[in-house]
Nanobody, 130 residues
Framework: VVLQESGPGLVKPSQTVSLICSVS??????????WSWIRRPPGKGLEWVGS???????YYNPALESRTSISRDTSRNQITLQLSTVYPEDTAAYYC???????????????????????WGMGTQVTVSS
């Protein structure tokens, strides 16, 4: 399974950024898998953004939920992340990854546990700057 993220790179504050995770070698509708977006701001740890399940249920980090939407296109086998009204603090490398139900969904701190994920993309950099 190969995951590949793509996005615009540089966005201005208050804009909406859309990122795509293209999946090959496996279907995003395969039973029990979750497809997550995780980000790493410069100099900081991993932050779970949200997940979409094989059955199209979505889960979001409450800190970002009001600005986040995760969707999928089964015909293209793609997962999309939309983050609206971006701030410079949203500058990060954004990754998509596959797992079974990740710990982040249920943990009050939404900790990212790396060993839960079996496939990751290489990441796409998003820089928010005017």
């Amino acid at each position: 399974v190969v995951l590949q993220e793509s996005g615009p790179g540089l966005v201005k504050p208050s804009q909406t950024v859309s990122l795509i995770c293209s999946v090959s070698g496996g279907s995003i509708t395969t039973n029990l898998f979750y497809w997550s977006w995780i980000r790493r701001p410069p100099g900081k740890g991993l932050e779970w953004v949200g997940s979409i399940t094989y059955s199209c249920t979505t889960y979001y980090n409450p800190a970002l939920e009001s600005r986040t939407s995760i969707s999928r296109d089964t015909s293209r086998n793609q997962i999309t992340l939309q983050l609206s009204t971006v701030y410079p603090e949203d500058t990060a490398a954004y990754y998509c990854a596959r797992s079974y139900r990740p710990y982040s969904v249920d943990d009050p701190t939404h900790e990212v546990r790396l060993d839960e994920y079996d496939y990751w993309g290489m990441g796409t950099q998003v820089t928010v700057s005017s």
